[in-house]
C-alpha cells in the first residue's frame, strides 16, 4: 500500500510563469524513480504540467520530485510510493489524483526491467516470472485504473515506453522480448477501447507506444567513456518525445507504435 507521499511545490529553481505547451494538464508517471523517470518529470514540469510520480523506491522517487520541482520554481510535482502490482492500490492512486487534482490527462508508464540469457537454451523461467510481473501485470493494472479518468479528459494520453524487441526478438532476450510484446498487445487493445468510445467523431484519448531499441543517461556514459551506445535513446531525448505526444491529436497517436530507434 502507499506509504510515502512527497508533497508540495517548489518556488526555487527556474521560474518560466505559467505557459507552457502542457500548461493546465495533470499528468502521473510509474516508475518515475528511475532516469528516465527523471527526465520525464523535469520536462513535464518545465512544459507547465502538474507531474504526479510514483516509484516503489522513495528515495530514488524524491530525488526525482526535487529535480522535477528545482528545474521549473512553481511547479506542482509530488511523488508517492505505489504496489503497482496491487490493482486496488493502483485504482486508488489514479482516484486520488483525480480527486485532488479534478481530472488525469495522462499515465506515462516507464516500469522496466530486464533479464536475459547467453543462449535460448539457457532461458530461466524464473526470469519470466519476474518480467510478467514488472513488464505486464504493472501496464495491466495502471492501464485499467486509468481508464476511464483518461477517457474523461479532453487530452487524455497512456504512453507505454517499449523495446525494438518486442517485435524482433533475440535468442537471449525471449523472455523479455515476450514480456515486451504482452504489454504492447494489451497496449494496443486500450487504444482499441478508445477507438470504439468515440464513435464516428473519433476517439477522445489515445493509447499508444514510444519504442527505443534501449535508454542511455549521463550515468551510464561516465561509466563506460569508450562506449558508443549505437542507436541507443536518451532518456532526455525520450522525454521530449513523450510531451510531444501531447502535441499531437488523439486520432493521430491512438493505437499506433512511435518509433524512437530504427525499425527492425
Do not use: C
Not at 92 to 112: F, M, Q, S, T, Y
Not at 117 to 140: H, N, P
Amino acid at each position: 500500500m502507499s506509504d510515502h507521499l512527497i508533497q508540495n511545490t517548489a518556488s526555487e529553481g527556474k521560474n518560466v510563469g505559467n505557459n507552457g505547451s502542457l500548461s493546465g494538464a495533470v499528468i502521473a508517471v510509474a516508475g518515475a524513480g528511475g532516469p528516465a523517470g527523471h527526465a520525464t518529470l523535469v520536462r513535464l514540469a518545465e512544459a507547465g504540467a502538474v507531474v504526479v510520480g510514483a516509484d516503489n523506491n522513495p528515495e530514488r522517487l524524491a530525488e526525482a520530485v526535487d529535480a522535477a520541482r528545482y528545474a521549473r520554481g512553481g511547479a506542482t510535482v509530488t511523488g508517492e510510493t505505489v504496489d503497482l502490482l496491487d490493482l486496488d492500490d493502483t485504482r486508488a492512486w489514479a482516484d486520488r489524483i483525480e480527486k485532488e487534482h479534478g481530472r488525469v490527462d495522462g499515465l506515462v508508464h516507464l516500469v522496466g526491467g530486464w533479464r536475459g540469457s547467453a543462449t535460448f537454451a539457457e532461458t530461466s523461467l524464473t526470469d519470466w516470472e519476474l518480467l510478467e510481473k514488472l513488464l505486464i501485470r504493472t501496464v495491466q493494472h495502471t492501464s485499467l485504473a486509468f481508464y476511464d479518468a483518461l477517457q474523461r479528459s479532453d487530452r487524455g494520453r497512456y504512453l507505454l515506453i517499449s523495446a525494438a524487441g518486442a517485435s524482433n526478438p533475440t535468442a537471449g532476450n525471449a523472455a523479455y522480448s515476450a514480456a515486451k510484446a504482452a504489454a504492447e498487445a494489451w497496449t494496443l487493445a486500450m487504444a482499441d477501447g478508445f477507438r470504439k468510445a468515440g464513435g464516428e467523431t473519433g476517439p477522445r484519448a489515445a493509447a499508444a507506444i514510444l519504442v527505443v531499441k534501449a535508454l542511455v543517461h549521463d550515468a551510464m556514459r561516465a561509466e563506460r567513456p569508450n562506449a558508443k551506445f549505437a542507436g541507443f535513446t536518451d532518456v532526455k531525448d525520450l522525454a521530449e518525445e513523450i510531451e510531444g505526444v501531447w502535441g499531437k491529436s488523439a486520432a493521430e497517436v491512438n493505437g499506433n507504435r512511435l518509433w524512437l530507434t530504427e525499425k527492425p
